[in-house]
Nanobody
Framework: QVQLVESGGGLVQAGGSLRLSCAAS????????MGWFRQAPGKEREFVAA????????FYADSVKGRFTASRDNVKNTVYLRMNNLKPEDTAVYYC???????????????WGQGTQVTVSS
């Protein structure tokens, strides 16, 4: 029902910024909550951020609070994750996900993108 494609990853030095995009398609995307997750080598996929349909509510993992900002443009069917003051420990594959409920739990999301690599050098 929903297809998600992430983009915007790349290589950045510590302290730098990136903005990830997640383009969505599918008629059921309207009303879905969007989440961002990341997975580093040898680690479990972990919650990063979530944003409701209107964009009025967001919440974040403690590790990224104050540095990352989620937003969405429903006209473009795109969600964003602006990442500031990046740290080497932010290095991971970043995934966007869609679900009916905002959640920190990855199993609450029904649809996933393919991921985009973010590498932060020290």
């Amino acid at each position: 029902q929903v297809q998600l494609v992430e983009s915007g990853g790349g290589l950045v030095q510590a302290g730098g910024s990136l903005r990830l995009s997640c383009a969505a398609s599918g008629r059921t995307f309207t009303g879905y909550v969007m989440g961002w997750f990341r997975q580093a080598p040898g680690k479990e996929r972990e919650f990063v951020a979530a944003i409701n349909w209107s964009g009025s509510h967001t919440f974040y993992a403690d590790s990224v609070k104050g540095r990352f900002t989620a937003s969405r443009d429903n006209v473009k069917n795109t969600v964003y994750l602006r990442m500031n003051n990046l740290k080497p420990e932010d290095t991971a594959v970043y995934y966007c996900a869609a679900g009916a409920y905002s959640s920190r739990e990855k199993n609450q999301y029904d649809y996933w993108g393919q991921g985009t690599q973010v590498t932060v050098s020290s």
